[in-house]
């Protein structure tokens, strides 16, 4: 996969830095999805994150845990993993606030104990409904050119709606 013609721009350090991604993936991922279906994503997740960054030094890192992201919530969705964890996915428009905040909060807060997600609902700005599955509209404000002290409350309010969903799941926070 890496060093081959798919991938001719990318410098030897890098194809290298993939490549070890690819084989620790496909150890985790072992009899739930192909080498090739994990490459995939893998050299997609690199691509997708190679797009949004300036500096460059630890992009095989973060492509391999956005990849290794993606291939858990697909063997969830898709019923091939057994993990019974809580799973939150958090949505607003662009994915650069609101979303991101209870994302990073959730993380912190639920550590292993729970899997959580942020996206964007644009430019489809509706959001796929599935049966069986518990949705809240949490109405916060956009904080999108705000001041500090006008971001904090809808912070606090975000924090607040993060520890209540953790409870509300039974994740045990501390």
């Known amino acids: ?47 997708d994150v190679a797009r949004r960054m300036t500096v460059i030094t630890w992009l095989p890192l973060l492509a391999e845990r956005f990849a290794r992201e993606r291939l858990t919530a697909l063997a969830i969705v898709e019923g091939r993993s057994d993990n019974r964890k809580p799973v939150v996915l958090f949505l607003c428009t662009h994915n650069a606030g609101r979303s991101q905040m209870a994302h990073a909060y959730f993380r912190h807060l639920a550590g292993e104990r729970a899997i959580s997600w942020s996206g964007g609902s644009e430019p489809s700005d509706a959001c796929p409904v599935f049966p069986g599955k518990r949705y809240e509209d949490w109405g916060v404000a956009d904080p999108a050119g705000r001041d500090l002290a006008s971001v904090r409350p809808i912070r606090d309010e975000i924090t607040s709606r993060v520890e209540s969903l953790l409870a509300n799941l039974g994740v045990l926070v501390g």
């Open 1 to 47: 996969m890496f060093g081959d013609p798919r991938t001719p721009d990318l410098p030897a350090e890098r194809q290298a830095a993939l490549a070890s991604a690819a084989r620790t993936l496909s150890e985790e991922f072992d009899g739930v999805f192909s080498s090739q279906t994990i490459e995939r994503f893998l050299l997609t997740s690199y691509a």
